[in-house]
């Protein structure tokens, strides 16, 4: 069987998230970002807490957001 040699097109990610998303500025990037923003930040977060071996408690605490 005999393949055809073509080249495949390259996009950057920034493309890509402009086509399927939204161009920077619009509703939907600025939501998706701000998601994105805070995805990250969760996972920092959770990082921190394993590392230090700290309860739910004591991560509140330390951020400032227990009771």
Do not use: W
């Not at 086509?19 to 923003?37: A, C, D, M, S, V």
């Not at 930040?41 to 991560?59: A, S």
Request: aromatic letters at 6%; hydrophobic letters at 35%.
């Amino acid at each position: 069987m005999a393949t055809k040699n073509k080249e495949l097109e390259m996009f950057s990610f920034d493309q890509i998230k402009d086509e399927f998303i939204g161009e920077i500025g619009t509703e939907k990037r600025t939501h998706y970002e701000q998601e994105l923003e805070l995805e990250i930040l969760g996972e920092m977060i959770c990082k921190v807490q394993l590392k230090r071996n700290l309860t739910q408690e004591e991560l509140e605490k330390l951020i400032g957001i227990h009771p």
